[in-house]
């Protein structure tokens, strides 16, 4: 059985990440890259597709927590004989991808074992290992990959696994490092001075969190929803993944299960905005950079999500070998949505530069030239039909979210030409702006139901809707706005948690069901706040809070039924949301 998703804790060298399980084992790896293929997969199948553990021999306790303000991770391990600490660290400004397993004696004796199973692509590759010529651990090679493993233990070869059993008692420091490289060059020598090459990392994990101008309500937890954004970007170009993990499934035992190792449109504005709340202006800066370079060309070839590297093509195939996590299959590398037309991301991009502009961000030409081709295809196109926010896989249709965010498109277009000084035909997207606005209005809302839905003629609502105050398409105390709420608390809700939309096979083309989705809930706080129900929206936002696990991260989505985190995980997209709902507490308090 896999291992609940709140027992992991996430390691990041702003390059990668790795998930390591209360346990102390490391059971996702993808080097030298989020979305490069992972040597350590046991967390889509079992302990043959790799993973590597430090732990105790028999029963023991663990408690946890991360260094303050970092992002590396200390577990304390307890048992009848003594205690030892593991220190986890993915080492920041290394020539190859390093990471250092420290551990440290505390009291009495404790009988440790490890195993290392390394297995390349995914879990797919047995390699060739050998012994390090000084014989201080091993190196693994297959195809384009190699992993060298320094270990200060003597190691043994069992059944294509590496093992080892020792003692720790207090004084003890043992440094298992790996390091990744490509199979064609050198191994990577062991690195020198282990502790103090932790010390840097702590330290450059510190200094990023000065920067942190947020003080106020629940600030240590968005602080740390901070911290996993940064861990979660990818350094060189400054993009952000949705989350490093692919095909963890958004029910249980369902085929729902998509990568999310890449950057989306979508995500955009709500990042910026998070980042430059928090005073992250670089990072901002450089995530913005990174969208104008992605998006550049003509806008009828916009994706919706695009590689680390600004890739266009992701093409998505199945691993059939991969069981699947909790056996959820089938697993998933590549995403297809990318080739969909969803017109709000064209509203997301347009919104992304206006917030820059907002939020004083330095003005670019080149980004507004862009910003006005989206605009023109909007003015275009926004009568066509799509496959909407949540990436539906079945017809397009006309979603309301989608006409919406094609008229905070105009809307934010139109504004930066009366505020920030750009230029554009201001008074044809007024015409547009204002006929998109009563097309929703006539189209897209039911007065039976007193409630905006999820597509033209339906009878459904969708989560996404409560933009639709966030954005000022109404006043938050108009009835329909105030209607669509209710309609989505009392439809979507699942103890205060509420789905994205309905799961129909009609509608989105898959089968199954899936978790709520913990974003959408994030924004029902913010609702409830501008409605002036602030009492409900501090209520609900501590409830959410309540489903981090114990080192403050946060899935996509949640079990109600199971009482546990599912998707891909961290979720990027929850921890912004995170972010941006008690900045908004935080004004009323």
């Given at each position: 059985m896999s291992k609940p998703l709140e027992d992991y804790g996430l390691l990041s060298n702003c390059l990668s990440a790795a998930l390591v399980a209360k346990d102390g084992s490391i059971d996702w790896l993808c080097l030298p890259c989020f979305d490069s293929p992972a040597c350590f997969a046991s967390l889509l199948g079992n302990n043959e597709n790799g993973h590597w553990q430090i732990s105790p021999v028999g029963d023991f306790q663990v408690s946890r927590k991360y260094i303050e303000g970092t992002m590396v991770l200390e577990t304390t391990f307890e048992t009848t004989t003594g205690s030892c600490k593991l220190i986890d660290c993915m080492l920041i400004d290394e020539s190859h991808p390093t990471l250092v397993r420290s551990l440290q004696g505390l009291t009495g004796q404790v009988e440790i074992i490890m195993e290392f199973i390394v297995r390349f692509d995914y879990g797919n590759i047995v390699p060739w290992v050998r012994r390090n010529k000084n014989n201080d651990g091993i190196h693994a090679m297959a195809g384009p990959d190699g992993l060298v493993l320094y270990s200060p233990v003597c190691l043994q070869g069992e059944k294509l696994h590496t093992l080892a059993k020792f003692s720790c008692q207090p004084g003890d420091e043992l440094n298992f490092i790996i390091r990744g490289y490509d199979s064609h060059s050198s191994i990577p020598s062991n690195i020198a001075k282990p502790a103090k090459r932790i010390q840097h990392t702590v330290t450059w994990w510190k200094k990023w969190c000065e920067k942190n101008t947020y003080k106020g309500f629940h600030s240590d937890a968005v602080e740390?929803?901070?911290?996993?954004?940064?861990?979660?970007?990818?350094?060189?170009?400054?993009?952000?993944?949705?989350?490093p993990t692919t095909s963890l499934p958004e029910s249980l035992g369902g085929n729902r299960n998509w990568d999310y190792r890449f950057g989306w449109i979508r995500d955009s504005s709500f990042t910026l905005m998070a980042l430059l709340r928090a005073g992250y202006i670089e990072e901002a800066s450089r995530w913005n950079d990174w969208l104008l370079r992605a998006v550049a060309g003509n806008s009828d070839?916009?994706?919706?999500?695009?590689?680390?590297?600004?890739?266009?093509?992701?093409?998505?195939?199945?691993?059939?070998?991969?069981?699947?996590?909790?056996?959820?299959?089938?697993?998933?590398?590549?995403?297809?949505?990318?080739?969909?037309?969803?017109?709000?991301?064209?509203?997301?991009?347009?919104?992304?530069?206006?917030?820059?502009?907002?939020?004083?961000?330095?003005?670019?030409?080149?980004?507004?030239?862009?910003?006005?081709?989206?605009?023109?295809?909007?003015?275009?196109?926004?009568?066509?039909?799509?496959?909407?926010?949540?990436?539906?896989?079945?017809?397009?249709?006309?979603?309301?979210?989608?006409?919406?965010?094609?008229?905070?498109?105009?809307?934010?277009?139109?504004?930066?030409?009366?505020?920030?000084?750009?230029?554009?035909?201001?008074?044809?997207?007024?015409?547009?702006?204002?006929?998109?606005?009563?097309?929703?209005?006539?189209?897209?809302?039911?007065?039976?139901?007193?409630?905006?839905?999820?597509?033209?003629?339906?009878?459904?609502?969708?989560?996404?809707?409560?933009?639709?105050?966030?954005?000022?398409?109404?006043?938050?105390?108009?009835?329909?706005?105030?209607?669509?709420?209710?309609?989505?608390?009392?439809?979507?809700?699942?103890?205060?948690?509420?789905?994205?939309?309905?799961?129909?096979?009609?509608?989105?083309?898959?089968?199954?069901?899936?978790?709520?989705?913990?974003?959408?809930?994030?924004?029902?706080?913010?609702?409830?706040?501008?409605?002036?129900?602030?009492?409900?929206?501090?209520?609900?936002?501590?409830?959410?809070?309540?489903?981090?696990?114990?080192?403050?991260?946060?899935?996509?989505?949640?079990?109600?039924?199971?009482?546990?985190?599912?998707?891909?995980?961290?979720?990027?997209?929850?921890?912004?949301?995170?972010?941006?709902?008690?900045?908004?507490?935080?004004?009323?308090?």
């Open positions: 740390r929803s901070l911290i996993t954004l940064k861990g979660l970007t990818y350094q060189p170009t400054g993009a952000i993944v949705a989350a070839q916009f994706n919706i999500m695009y590689g680390i590297r600004a890739e266009r093509r992701l093409p998505e195939i199945e691993l059939p070998w991969l069981e699947g996590y909790e056996n959820s299959r089938p697993v998933r590398v590549g995403n297809a949505a990318y080739k969909q037309f969803q017109l709000d991301v064209f509203g997301e991009l347009v919104a992304t530069g206006f917030v820059g502009r907002h939020y004083g961000l330095k003005f670019n030409e080149d980004a507004w030239r862009i910003e006005a081709n989206a605009i023109k295809y909007i003015c275009e196109h926004w009568t066509d039909p799509d496959e909407g926010i949540w990436e539906v896989r079945g017809k397009s249709r006309q979603f309301t979210h989608s006409k919406l965010m094609a008229w905070v498109a105009l809307k934010y277009a139109i504004e930066s030409v009366e505020k920030h000084g750009v230029t554009g035909d201001i008074n044809y997207w007024k015409i547009i702006c204002d006929k998109i606005h009563h097309d929703i209005c006539t189209n897209g809302y039911n007065p039976s139901l007193n409630s905006f839905v999820q597509y033209y003629g339906s009878r459904e609502v969708d989560a996404s809707l409560l933009m639709m105050g966030l954005v000022g398409f109404l006043p938050m105390n108009d009835p329909r706005i105030i209607g669509t709420v209710n309609a989505i608390r009392n439809s979507l809700s699942r103890d205060d948690f509420l789905l994205r939309y309905l799961p129909n096979p009609d509608v989105d083309g898959l089968s199954g069901a899936e978790g709520s989705f913990i974003p959408c809930s994030f924004w029902l706080v913010r609702n409830l706040n501008l409605m002036g129900k602030k009492e409900e929206a501090l209520e609900l936002y501590e409830k959410l809070c309540a489903v981090r696990n114990d080192l403050g991260l946060f899935a996509e989505e949640y079990s109600t039924h199971h009482k546990r985190m599912v998707g891909n995980f961290p979720q990027a997209f929850t921890h912004i949301s995170h972010i941006n709902a008690a900045m908004d507490l935080n004004k009323i308090l």
